[in-house]
């Protein structure tokens, strides 16, 4: 889950319970400096990245 705590569109308490109820494997990125709707030049490409780079332990690319 990727979530900033500065967000006014969801509680950040409410990412916490989304990150409870995950199956595993599950993570919490926390990003202070992204909005909610990514709007901010560049946001979403920051957080596929994160996302991206937090998969590779996951599976495999061979």
Do not use: C, K, M, N
Not at 9 to 20: G, P, Q, R
Not at 34 to 42: I, K
Not at 48 to 53: K, N, S
């Amino acid at each position: 889950i990727a979530h900033s705590p500065f967000d006014q569109t969801v509680a950040f308490s409410d990412a916490l319970s989304f990150l409870d109820a995950a199956l595993q494997p599950a993570s919490l990125l926390s990003l202070p400096e992204v909005d909610h709707l990514l709007t901010r030049r560049r946001s979403g490409q920051r957080v596929g990245e994160l996302i991206a780079q937090w998969a590779r332990a996951y599976i495999s690319l061979d």
